[in-house]
């Protein structure tokens, strides 16, 4: 099916490990962005993607990386795992054509850091 | 920049009773605004989006916004609340169609009998 998917749905990290978290989708939305989801705060953008070759940071961008080499594919690297990290990740791609708009979402990644 | 704001994180109605959800927007440019749900443990469903020229935007599951420009507002209603309304939503804004999209801190919605 068409759609956003993000992998893994679950991961437990220790303080200091390195991990990437993985999103594709498979509609050529040129758009692409991360967020992260904390109770009480919503939902934050981390980084974004205009297309291939091109990022660009959200509102709560530090101790993640990003890159687009790929239309289909935007993966979220952290460095160094923290457990302020501690959070739901949502990946989105959206499109846009004449007459309508959107966005998609993937169905998430609970990552815990302890 | 765009922001949001939702007046009120909880929300408290009786079984058949209006649901009136608030969300107050600020852009520099006309708005793209959304209406998100999320149900425990779940992802985002797009509830209803804001079409430009549109007053009253209707969406899935009876609810309805209304995009009052004057007042920079997209309120969030539903005429009669159902059990299974209960959830959190997320008032959102873009520039632009297809861009960054800046949610609000969310309203949790519970439905007594």
């Known amino acids: 099916n068409a759609g956003v998917t993000q992998t893994p749905k679950f991961q437990v990290l220790k303080t200091g490990q390195s991990m990437t978290l993985q999103c594709a989708q498979d509609?050529?939305?040129?758009?692409m962005s991360w967020y992260r989801q904390d109770p009480g705060m919503g939902l934050r953008l981390i980084h974004y993607s205009v297309g291939a070759g091109i990022t660009d940071q959200g509102e709560v961008p530090n101790g993640y990386n990003v890159s687009r080499s790929t239309t289909e594919d935007f993966p979220l690297r952290l460095l160094s795992a923290a457990p302020s990290q501690t959070s739901v990740y949502f990946c989105?791609?959206?499109?846009?054509?004449?007459?309508?708009?959107?966005?998609?979402f993937g169905s998430g990644t609970r990552l815990t850091v302890v | 920049a765009q922001s949001v704001t939702q007046l009120g994180s909880h929300v408290s109605v009786s079984e058949g009773a209006l649901v009136l959800l608030r969300c107050n927007y600020s852009?520099?440019?006309?708005?793209?605004l959304f209406w998100y749900v999320q149900y425990p443990n779940q992802g985002l469903q797009l509830l209803l989006k804001y079409t430009t020229g549109a007053t009253l935007v209707k969406g899935i599951n009876g609810f309805e916004a209304e995009f009052k420009k004057s007042e920079t507002s997209f309120h969030l209603t539903k005429p009669s609340a159902h059990m299974s309304d209960a959830a959190e939503y997320f008032c959102a804004v873009s520039a632009r169609t297809a861009d960054k999209l800046i949610f609000g801190t969310g309203t949790r919605l519970q439905v007594f009998p």
């Open positions: 989105a791609s959206s499109y846009s054509i004449p007459d309508d708009y959107g966005y998609t």
């Open positions: 509609m050529n939305h040129e758009y």
């Open positions: 852009s520099s440019v006309p708005p793209y």
